[in-house]
């Protein structure tokens, strides 16, 4: 099965830094547009939710195809998430707010939308903080609670996404509805029988 | 910053000693190698962008750099041909503008189904450098090429009962794809109370950059209101109405308390959800602080005077 061979991982990292290369690619051969600073930042913001989403993904993926496998992906898809998120806020805290921290407070405190966004990016600071093998260790079965952030986090990033958009409702909607389905597959009642407690028998 | 020359103080004799707009056949030989189809029309041929070559340079100028065209043409609100900013100039490449006719009525003694043509004819066109700025917290310095709305509208006679002006866009899914869908409640509606109208700095734009207005830009004719959030600006418009209660307005239908009717450009009135303080100009990367009136103040904050613009946004 590929999902356990030795290049999946160096794949995926490739493919993480896809949507990386694409921006990079485009800044250099003008092809960010006429406000590159809010294509930046609209990407960034996608690609955030997107990975996010992904990563969420994960546990359902190994309870549908039985796969254990998909959990080696987990971490690395977090971490991309965080990367993208960091570059998100940096473009928004450099470019819209000329690195003045006073500007930037007054619209986190003033903007529900952007007091969500951030929020959901001060709430991954932790979790990036704790991925490594050896905080894991450390925190035992805190780790886990820890972790389970990450559900706060999706709600308030769609959230986000859906309070700044002017009319049109249709990519926050259905990051919104793909949001929900892997938030209600987490809860007791609509997981499968026996799904939880051996992933691989199936 | 800002001069205008008031030729409207001036009378018409002494302006215009020879008609300055020459006629469409004359301005097409100049145009030269365009095809025969949009010699019969060349406003048709909107999506050509033809070259314009007489109008009054510097009607309305402005000491601030143009933006490009390239950027001007290429990043559009104009949700007929969808919502990203790209997708108005990709959707809009086949639109045809043949044959428009404006309906014109409501308090007049003209209405009628006018042609766009024919009724722009008798005008000099002017070259106005206005600021637009979008709600959206964006903007840009466009060279428009028009007339003023307040001649145009003078030719269909308003009653004493017409206080409001309404606009209405062009309702043709087929034509304009974006219209598939209900982002917005079609047609396409704006509006002006009658004094607004008839400010001297609003237009109806024909053209931009030296040329005819590209599609994605609202050809064949819109409005310019430079001292309102760009949304006022309506496009592609196939209607005029004059009103006498203040007539209902496509995003102020969508979000009554966001968008108000008068929607202009205030720095001290935040929307709801972002700040309006501030704008980045396009072709820059940090912001820069947002004029009262879009810096127009001095030519229209009399029009405000009785008004509390933090009720009447």
Known sequence: MWLKSAWSKPVVHLLCLLPLAGLVWAGFNDGLGANPVEKLTHETGDWTLRFLLITLSLTPLRQWTGQASWIRFRRMLGLYTFFYVSCHFLIWFVADHSLDPGSMIEDIVKRPYITLGFSAFLLMVPLAITSNQAMIRRLGRKWKTLHRLVYLIILLGVLHFLWLVKADYLEPGIYAIIALILLAHRIGPIKRPGARSSPVTR | ?313
């Open chain 2, 1 to 313: 910053m800002i001069r205008i020359k008031k030729r409207w103080e001036i009378p018409e004799s002494e302006v215009t000693p020879e008609p300055l707009y020459r006629r469409r056949r004359e301005f097409m030989q100049a145009a030269g190698t365009i095809g025969g189809a949009m010699l019969l029309n060349p406003w048709a041929a909107a999506q050509a962008a033809l070259q314009i070559d007489d109008y009054q340079r510097g009607v309305v100028t402005l000491d601030e750099e143009l933006t490009e065209e390239a950027d001007a043409t290429s990043y559009n609100n104009f949700y007929e041909f969808g919502t990203d900013k790209e997708d108005p100039k990709r959707n809009s490449k086949r639109f045809k503008t043949d044959d428009w006719t404006i309906e014109v009525s409501g308090e007049c003694a003209k209405p009628g189904t006018y042609d766009f043509e024919a009724l722009m004819k008798p005008f000099p066109i002017e070259e106005r450098i206005y600021r637009l700025r979008c709600v959206e917290a964006w903007s840009m310095v466009i060279p428009w090429l028009g007339v003023p709305l307040g001649s145009i509208l003078a030719g269909f006679k308003p009653t004493s009962k017409a206080k409001y002006v309404a606009f209405r866009t062009l309702y043709d899914p087929v034509r304009m794809p974006g219209q598939q869908r209900s982002v917005l409640n079609w047609p396409y509606r704006e509006g002006l109370t009658i004094a607004e109208a008839m400010h001297p700095l609003t237009i109806m734009s024909v053209g931009m950059y030296g040329k005819t207005i590209p599609n994605q830009n609202g050809a064949p004719i819109r409005l310019v209101v430079p001292w309102k959030y760009g949304f006022k600006s309506i496009k592609s418009i196939v209607g005029i109405e004059f009103t006498e209660t203040q007539p209902q307005t496509s995003w102020n239908m969508a979000a009554p308390s966001e968008y108000g009717f008068y929607s202009n450009v205030n720095p001290e009135v935040d929307h709801p959800r972002w700040s309006q303080k501030r704008e980045r100009r396009i072709g820059e990367i940090f912001k820069r602080d947002t004029l009262m009136f879009n810096g127009y103040a001095e030519e229209v904050a009399e029009l405000y005077d009785d008004l509390d613009l933090t009720v009447n946004f």
